[in-house]
């Protein structure tokens, strides 16, 4: 079945430092690949996604590369700021062609905690 | 446009009880998922329903849980005779088709005491 491993939290940064979090998850074919963030109190967002391989998610200064010869999806900033504080969730869902049901189901990694101090 | 919905946010209850988690989705969303977060652990997909119908309950233990998604009104979680083990983040999401984003809400935090 699909799987999602990312990096285990927490992880404190200072402002302006560069931050990587690493995902890899394991799927049959050509999944889409999520970030989903949650800050306090809040649901998850979608951060940004990829639906093929070699595309780049961007958003708000975030970037992931969908790698499929690494079957990672790394996030990273150039600079964070202290209202990226939040959790960081690495997903996946099957290509929509599939059947089973792993074209609607979202597959999680554990989330990453992520305070930046100013 | 209000997001995804999801009452209460916190939930106490005593074993034995039984827990109902309520989600409104989005305006123009027909699709409902609901997915569980236990401590120290990811989302975990339970069922997936369109109105009236269920579609894929696969996630969902196969006692005491049951959902449904009526014509009018909120998506129902319903958890009877809770236990300690079910004590979690209960989320909803909701889109307007089966391939599309998901858009999730702020949870329900079941506390079983």
């Known amino acids: 079945g699909n799987s999602v491993t990312q990096m285990e939290g927490p992880v404190t940064l200072s402002e302006e430092a560069f931050l990587t979090i690493n995902c890899t998850y394991t799927?049959?074919?050509?999944?889409?690949l999520f970030w989903y963030v949650q800050y306090p109190g809040e649901g998850l967002q979608l951060l940004l996604k990829a639906t093929k391989a070699d595309d780049k998610g961007s958003n708000k200064g975030f970037e992931a590369t969908y790698r499929k010869e690494t079957t990672s999806f790394h996030l990273e900033k150039g600079s964070v700021q202290v209202s990226d504080s939040a959790v960081y969730f690495c997903?996946?869902?099957?290509?929509?062609?599939?059947?089973?049901?792993?074209?609607?189901?979202?597959?999680f990694g554990k989330g990453t905690l992520l305070t930046v101090n100013p | 446009n209000a997001g995804v919905m999801q009452n209460p946010r916190h939930l106490v209850r005593r074993r034995g009880q039984e827990a109902r988690l309520r989600c409104s989705p989005m305006k123009g969303h027909s699709h409902v998922y609901w997915y569980r977060q236990l401590p120290e652990e990811g989302l975990k997909f339970m069922v997936y329903?369109?109105?009236?119908?269920?579609?894929?309950e696969s996630g969902m233990p196969k006692e005491r849980f049951s959902a449904e998604f009526p014509k009018e009104g909120p998506s129902i979680l319903r958890i009877q005779q809770v236990v300690r083990g079910d004590s979690a983040a209960y989320f909803c999401?909701?889109?307007?088709?089966?391939?599309?984003?998901?858009?999730f809400g702020p949870g329900t935090r079941l506390t079983v005491t």
């Open positions: 329903l369109q109105k009236e119908n269920i579609i894929d």
């Open positions: 799927a049959t074919g050509y999944p889409s």
């Open positions: 997903a996946l869902r099957g290509p929509l062609r599939d059947s089973g049901g792993s074209n609607y189901k979202l597959t």
């Open positions: 999401a909701s889109s307007p088709s089966g391939i599309h984003e998901q858009y």
